[in-house]
């Protein structure tokens, strides 16, 4: 089966809310310092300004499902995009301190909702062959986003907007933001949705168009997962029968966490100056770390669906763990900096390999379709909750002691690879259907 170009649109459309997500992530990182100035914050005040977001991706993540059942993944995606642009602005004109962090916070239910619909939108029109592949095109946005975010900062400053150089920092991401919300309307409903919803000649239309090759036998299976004779669409996720997916939605958000990715992308520049480079270095420094986060990723969508999910997640956890412990050592020691970079390099390669390109199509697969959206809220809210209290508190624990985080963070990619080796499914190759069947949910 060949990819068509209306599968690959939709993918690439839907993908863009991954690109605003990696944007708006990262970001904050060229601002901390003029915040902190401008603002006169204290640690805890700059944890909780760039926590704001995260605060509001929680929110976001948790509630996505509700509107993506009720009113289709097309259509929440486009409330995301409303979202994106209006707090992208917000943050342009942010008046005060207060109005700066409610525009972020904004950012965040923008950022929590489209990782949690954007995924899920992919996985639920993608043929099972190319599932991996399309599903981590979101990631690769999402970490193309991130490089855009400091090649932007990059650029922003060196073209002399003094103290209002912040503000177009931010404020740039309102044109993606516009760009994503008018080619929404260019893309078909997911077709798991539209059975859901028994609008079974609409399903069977766009799983033609999409080009699955057997689109008749495909949709049965929809309809018989589903439940959609039986009334079961609006199946609680908290069951007995459900613990596994669940088990593993959590475990994979809280360690993408725990690897300590988004306190270092968040906290990015602060770590170079922390080391002794200067404002300029540091810029340059966080591109280069942008692009190995985008290099990487493409190596790991190109490999998915060969490599398994499993084998990604295990090998990723090795490297991550050792890249981690030899950051902490240097800062706990004071000595050789000048490996900084290159350490931070390998941790990034190392992640984004593994858990950066697996957990949205992992969160995507584990669940049957009649509780799809939920539980991919709740994977979601536990990666958001988890990076909302880790960079919440990066700055404090890094102040008292900057090595400290680093041997956690290294720590638990200790223990990831061991809970990966013992209790993950390997996902490649099944359709979502027969994935539903191998983890013996009735």
Known sequence: MRLNAYLVKSTVVAALGGLLFGFDTAVIAGTTSALTETYNLTPASLGLTVASAL??????????????????????????????????????????????????????????????????????????????????????????GILLAYFSNYVVGTMGFGAAEWRWKLGVAAAPALLFLIMLYTIPRSPRWLVKKDRIDEAREVLRLTGEPDYEKELQEIVVSIGAEKGLASEPLFSHKYRWPIFLAISIGVFNQLSGINAILYYL?????????????????????????????????????????????????????????????????????????????????????????VIWVFLAEVFPNRVRAKGQSLGSFSHWFMNALISWTFPMMAASSGGAPFVFFSAMMVVQFFVVLLLYPETKGVTLEEMQKKMKIA
């Open 55 to 144: 605060l509001g991706t929680i929110v976001g993540a948790m509630l996505a499902g509700i509107p993506a059942d009720r009113y289709g993944r097309r259509a929440s995606l486009r409330g995301m995009a409303l979202l994106y642009l209006v707090s992208a602005l917000g943050c342009a004109f942010a008046w005060d301190w207060n109005s700066l962090v409610i525009a972020r916070f904004v950012t965040g239910l923008a950022i929590g909702g489209s990782s949690v619909i954007g995924p899920m939108y992919i996985a639920e029109i993608a043929p099972a062959k190319w599932r991996g592949r399309l599903v981590g095109f979101f990631q690769f946005n999402v970490v193309f």
């Open 269 to 357: 520049n602060d770590i170079f100056r922390a080391a002794g480079f200067d404002k300029v270095s540091g810029d340059l420094q966080a591109v280069a770390v942008g692009a190995t986060n985008l290099v990487f990723t493409v190596i790991a969508m190109s490999v998915i669906d060969r490599l398994g999910r499993k084998t990604l997640l295990l090998a990723g956890s090795v490297g991550t763990a050792i890249c981690l412990a030899g950051v902490a050592a240097i800062f706990i020691t004071g000595q050789r900096q000048d490996l900084l970079v290159w350490l931070l390099i390998g941790y990034i390669a190392s992640f984004a390999f593994s858990q950066g390109a």
